[in-house]
């Protein structure tokens, strides 16, 4: 049985000699579907430290600037871990269930 | 036309890695491959062969550093046995799916427990599955030759794999045999300088050694698959050019008096010699016997195979391996696999002999062709010559 080709995923013989990778491919490659709860942030409690910014192991956390004054979780490479949430000084974000 | 002298073989081999003007040898010494890394030390030391030698502290080391100089385009070598191919497993496994063309020669010796540090194939048949290109010698000559063969198949565009040529430890690895040694222009001729297809390149920086998750991993194994299956037609070339510059022709299968043959016997390695006297004498009484004998063991020469098994009634295979809790060994299976579901039906019996040094004969042989042809049905793989 073969699969049809579908989004991300390459043929056998479509794959790079000797398995390697450009540089900044990593990019491509989304990880996000590993977590299983995600950070939902409390924007009325945010004091904009940015401490989750800071905290995040995987640099998934965008500052929006000075005037908007709040991080943004990127969810294609959030991976849950709850880090964030763990460290923030007001509570403001919560690990919420991923809905499946 | 090169020169016939009387050489170790293990020597011989390490000549053949001096021919083939290697770029880089990491190697750790362990019996019986020992004299091939010690001799070729002594060539890189007094400037015979401009090499680096990395006298690394594993055979683990071993194989990871020839993985990182082959990517960066070196021609690379390295040489082990037995337990040192064990510790080496990992890295083993990583070679062909990085595409790494390295040539590995393995004087094959037994496995521990016990320690023994003679000859069988266990070593082998332990990495086997790993996507190797894997050729089998038979006597000196062929040790030299199919290291060079192995470096210029391994390392073709169409192919670019490791290759394994085994030798028999001790029984090939420390005899003195008359052996041709090649010119340096006629080794030139056949292997010209190595062109990596895959090449580490500071200009043009790559990611190598990846992680691969269920997404891609089996698409990895299916290309490693298929890569060893259309590097068939490259081996066959290159035996075939190997003749028209060395004037000795091999095949991927080797037969002797299959054409009349009511029962053949299938191996590999240097027992073959025993075996091809034992049929000889058989002959002489009258006895319609052959013997078949794989040198390329991977990727497996079905086609070849197929066809000198072709008028065989009963097929006896004899392993120097023993596929311990099965009911067939190594080479045992793959015959069996082979021709369930082909046209072909000879009564196929499997027998294991010459473990761990223990010596191989003609008496030996013969009991294995009567086995073979007597109608007596075999339930499991035989261990012949036990003690009991």
């Not at chain 1, 995987?58 to 600037?65: I, K």
């Not at chain 2, 069988?120 to 030299?144: C, K, P, T, Y």
């Amino acid at each position: 049985m073969k699969k049809p080709k579908s989004e991300g995923v390459q043929k056998a013989g479509d794959l790079p000699l000797g398995f390697t990778a450009q540089p900044g491919s990593t990019v491509a490659f989304k990880t996000g579907d590993w977590r299983s709860v995600r950070p939902v942030l409390d924007k009325e409690k945010c004091v904009y430290c940015g401490f989750c910014y800071y905290y995040c192991p995987d640099g998934t956390y965008e500052d929006m600037g000075k005037d908007e004054k709040w991080y943004k979780v990127d969810l294609n490479f959030c991976k849950g871990c709850g880090i964030c949430a763990q460290e923030c000084p007001k509570k403001a974000i919560t690990m919420t269930l991923e809905e499946v | 036309m090169g020169k016939r002298i009387g050489i170790e073989v293990s020597l011989a081999v390490s000549e053949a890695v001096k021919l083939a003007n290697t770029d880089v040898i990491a190697a750790y010494p362990i019996t019986p491959q020992t004299h091939i890394v010690e001799h070729l030390s002594e060539l890189v030391a007094d400037g015979s062969l401009d090499a680096a030698y990395i006298p690394v502290e594993s055979e683990h080391s071993a194989m990871s550093s020839c993985i990182g100089s082959s990517a960066a385009g070196a021609r690379t070598f390295t040489a082990t046995s037995s337990q040192g191919l064990a510790l080496m497993n990992e890295m083993i496994y990583i070679a062909p799916i990085l595409r790494t063309p390295i040539v590995l020669a393995i004087a094959n010796r037994a496995l521990s427990a016990p320690i023994n540090i003679w000859n069988d194939h266990s070593d082998i048949m332990s990495v086997r599955d790993a996507g190797w290109i894997s050729l089998f010698a038979e006597n000196g000559q062929e040790a030299l030759d199919l290291t060079l063969l192995a470096f210029r198949i391994g390392e073709d565009p169409a192919v670019s794999l490791p290759v394994n040529v085994n030798l028999d430890g001790f029984t090939l690895s420390h005899f003195i045999e008359p052996i041709i040694i090649p010119d340096q222009q006629e080794v030139d001729k056949f292997l010209p300088p190595y062109k990596p297809s895959l090449q580490l390149d500071i200009k043009n920086p790559i990611s190598i050694g990846l992680l691969g998750g269920p997404e891609c991993y089996t698409e990895s194994r299916k290309a490693a698959d298929d890569i060893l299956e259309a590097s068939v037609p490259v081996i066959k070339k290159a035996f075939d050019e190997f003749d028209k510059v060395f004037g000795r022709k091999y095949q991927v299968v080797e037969t002797y008096c299959i054409e009349d043959a009511e029962t053949v016997i299938v191996l590999m390695g240097s027992i073959a010699e025993t075996a091809m006297t034992t049929v000889d004498e058989l002959r002489a009484e009258g006895k319609k016997v052959g013997l078949v004998r794989i040198r390329l063991w991977r990727p497996f020469p079905r086609t070849e195979l197929l066809a000198a098994l072709s008028k065989a009634k009963n097929v006896a295979v004899v392993d120097r391996h023993v596929v311990l809790g099965s009911d067939t060994s190594a080479v045992g299976m793959e015959i069996k696999s082979l021709l369930y579901g082909s046209q072909l039906n000879p009564k196929v019996t499997n027998y294991v002999l010459g473990l761990g040094g223990r010596d191989v004969t003609r008496e030996e042989f013969r009991y294995i062709f009567d086995q073979a042809a007597s109608g007596e049905a075999q339930v499991r793989c035989e261990i012949v010559g036990v003690y009991e």
